[in-house]
């Protein structure tokens, strides 16, 4: 168990659905990340959270839209999304900006 | 921005040989590199890091190195067991807030 749970594990929507992804960590840490995980490519980083601040927005599509409520949860809302946006989206967390993440188990997503 | 190489992509070897993957970053500002093991149904895992500070760690049967240099860093697994088995990320950081990610070894220990 990694501290970092991420629900759900397995998600299969169409273009024209929205969802959300939910991230929550148990280590009392500060800052909170999302990942994109696509087949033979680098780990991409998306959003970056730091005490509930967005600090970095990697050039990524109004169709994911994040939010951090509190310091312990992360959201990333879908919608109108494309098949090449089938990926394993990661969240991970850190004790501050500057320190090693732990990641969550991943949601393994499809667009159908 | 940073780049981060990693090889090989796959690796295959005998239950209790050793295993090297190796990576290459491109900025010399960069001052931290954690190694992570993903397993099967799972989120990376930390195993292993280093700082720039030092040119070698080691935890039991993992070590990493590390030539700044020469601008690369090399995870080294010895007597190798199947539970090794997983795919390994390396990973750069320039002051620790962004993480830049290798593209992954596939690790395989016959038994």
């Known amino acids: 168990e990694t501290g970092v749970t991420q629900t759900p594990r397995h998600l299969v929507m169409g273009m024209t659905n929205k969802k959300s992804l939910k991230c929550e960590q148990h280590l009392g840490h500060n800052a909170m990340y999302w990942y994109k995980q696509s087949a033979k490519k680098p780990l991409e980083l998306m959003f970056v959270y730091s005490l509930e601040e967005r600090v970095e927005n990697n050039s990524v599509p109004s169709r994911f839209s994040p939010e951090c409520p509190n310091s312990s949860h992360l959201f990333l809302h879908l919608h109108t999304l494309q098949p090449e946006d089938s990926a394993l989206y990661l969240c991970?967390?850190?004790?501050?900006?500057?320190?090693?993440?732990?990641f969550g188990q991943g949601t393994r997503l499809t667009v159908v | 921005g940073e780049n981060v190489e990693q090889h090989p992509s796959t690796l295959s070897v005998q239950e209790g040989d050793s295993a090297v993957i190796k990576c290459t970053y491109s900025d010399s500002a960069s001052n931290y590199f954690p190694w992570y093991k993903q397993e099967l149904g799972k989120g990376p895992q930390l195993i292993i890091d280093?700082?720039?500070?030092?040119g070698e760690k080691k935890d039991q049967r993992i070590a990493v190195t590390l030539n700044k240099t020469a601008k690369h860093f090399s995870l080294h697994i010895t007597e190798t067991q199947p539970e090794d088995s997983a795919v390994y990320f390396c990973a750069a950081s320039i002051h620790g807030n962004q993480f830049y990610f290798g593209t992954g070894t596939s690790l395989t220990v016959i038994p």
């Open positions: 280093i700082r720039s500070n030092v």
């Open positions: 991970a967390s850190s004790q501050e900006l500057r320190a090693e993440a732990f």
